[in-house]
């Protein structure tokens, strides 16, 4: 497992500490008219390469928190989402969400509408990804049509996501949750798809974490969780730079990746180093592709 040298998260009056990933730090609120809920903070923190650095990115976090709302709302009348209230404490106002809590499914729910990053890899490999067979000839950034249901495991914090065939998820969860969660993942994907377009963006590829509740009577709803179709969570493409064949750069971190890849970082992948810190110029410019990204998909300003 890797070092990801994420720091403490900080103390919340009312709520108890869970979990912290790459990102989000994750509280129950023990206290007031949402206890027994968890309360979910988008940080501005930035990973790369199984690294989180210790240079955030300004307004990550609420870039993150405030499209995710968004989205919920642009789908919410293909599957109900996981926010009860956006009233939390002050110190992570803007940043954070109520929400309920899930009993959440162990598989990583992906779509992909483009051929790219590790299901690229493993079509170089195999002609297939997840099992799934694809036509010959495909390169870097060719269109599926259909987009494909694509499921990994959910790794431990610092491992990596694996690539399982849909027959895997079936044992996992069963015929009929299996069954849910690929349909709910296709339908998701091809509305974010149309409305992103609409922006003059591609969505390449997403992923989406989904689990369940059940009411009083007994009554079980299977729930989308977590944040959704964010610069973190999901590949988007300036519509106007798609050219199948070569590399696209994507709204996301991919600034930092590039810049740490390049002789001027000085960093080797292989060499098991800490990356160097990022420059201000860099932090500048992930920021901005995040914001671009938030300004480009809802029409707000920033």
């Keep these: 497992m890797a070092d990801l040298n994420i720091p403490p998260a900080p103390a919340i009056a009312g709520a108890r500490h869970l979990h912290s990933g790459k990102v989000r730090d994750l509280y129950e609120i023990e206290e007031g008219p949402y206890a027994g809920h968890?309360?979910?903070?988008?940080?501005?923190?930035?990973?790369?390469f199984d690294h989180v650095f210790d240079t955030t990115i300004p307004d990550k976090g609420e870039i993150l928190t405030r499209l995710s709302l968004w989205w919920f709302e642009q789908l919410d009348d293909l599957v109900p989402h996981h926010v009860v209230s956006t009233?939390?404490?002050?110190?992570?106002?803007?940043?954070?969400?109520?929400?309920?809590?899930?009993h959440m499914f162990p598989v990583e729910c992906v779509a992909r509408g483009y051929l790219t990053g590790s299901g690229l890899r493993e079509y170089d490999a195999t002609g297939e990804i997840c099992g799934i067979r694809l036509p010959h000839g495909l390169v870097d950034g060719s269109r599926l049509d259909p987009a494909i249901f694509t499921p990994a495991t959910k790794a431990e914090l610092g491992d990596h996501d694996e690539n399982v065939s849909y027959e895997h998820v079936v044992r996992q969860v069963g015929e009929d949750d299996a069954a849910a969660l690929r349909r709910l993942t296709l339908d998701v994907y091809h509305r974010a798809e149309e409305i992103a377009r609409g922006a003059g963006l591609i969505l390449a590829d997403t992923k989406f974490e989904f689990g369940v509740r059940q009411d009083d009577l007994g009554i079980r709803t299977i729930v989308l969780a977590d944040e959704v179709l964010t610069p973190d969570s999901s590949r988007y493409w300036d519509a106007a730079q798609w050219n199948p064949g070569h590399a696209i750069p994507s709204f996301d971190k991919d600034v930092i990746r590039r810049w740490l890849l390049s002789p001027e970082a000085g960093w080797d992948r292989e060499s098991g180093a800490t990356p160097p810190p990022l420059p201000a110029e860099t932090v500048e410019r992930t920021r901005?592709?995040?914001?671009?990204?938030?300004?480009?998909?809802?029409?707000?300003?920033?």
């Design 38 to 48: 968890l309360l979910m903070v988008a940080s501005d923190r930035i990973s790369a």
């Design 87 to 102: 009233d939390v404490p002050e110190e992570v106002k803007g940043r954070a969400v109520i929400c309920q809590k899930l």
């Design 288 to 302: 901005a592709k995040y914001v671009e990204a938030y300004e480009k998909l809802t029409g707000h300003s920033f």
